[in-house]
């Protein structure tokens, strides 16, 4: 199993930035998939979850502190993940990890992707 995140940098507050997460290794359309947060001084295997899809696209989920801001879809001919962050705020830095639901809680695969909110 793969999970390769993209995307991160460096914004200011207000500011806008989308993710991308190639998978391989697992029948990704078959898997509800997630996108989780590493914020500074947390431990990797702490990991909090920011969003979560269905196998098909359906019925997003977000974390109450997502507050509208976030959109997560996913392109299963492409085996790809997005999240759309908009309106991002200081607390939103920290590097973002997609996960295979099932394996939610637990330490991320991949290298994730580095998002820095800052004026």
């Known amino acids: 199993v793969q999970l390769q995140a993209s995307g991160g940098g460096s914004v200011q507050p207000g500011g806008s930035l989308t993710l991308s997460c190639e998978a391989s290794?697992?029948?990704?359309?078959?898997?509800?998939m997630a996108w989780v947060r590493q914020r500074p001084g947390e431990e990797l295997r702490s990991v909090k979850w920011?969003?979560?899809?269905?196998?098909?696209?359906?019925?997003?989920l977000y974390a109450d502190f997502v507050e509208g801001r976030f959109r997560i879809y996913r392109d299963n001919a492409k085996n790809t993940l997005y999240l759309e962050m908009n309106n991002l705020r200081p607390d939103d830095t920290a590097k973002y990890f997609c996960?295979?639901?099932?394996?939610?809680?637990?330490?991320?695969r991949g290298q994730g992707t580095l998002v820095t909110v800052s004026s």
């Open positions: 996960a295979r639901w099932a394996e939610y809680p637990g330490t991320p």
């Open positions: 920011v969003a979560r899809v269905f196998s098909d696209g359906s019925v997003p």
């Open positions: 290794g697992f029948v990704f359309k078959r898997e509800t």
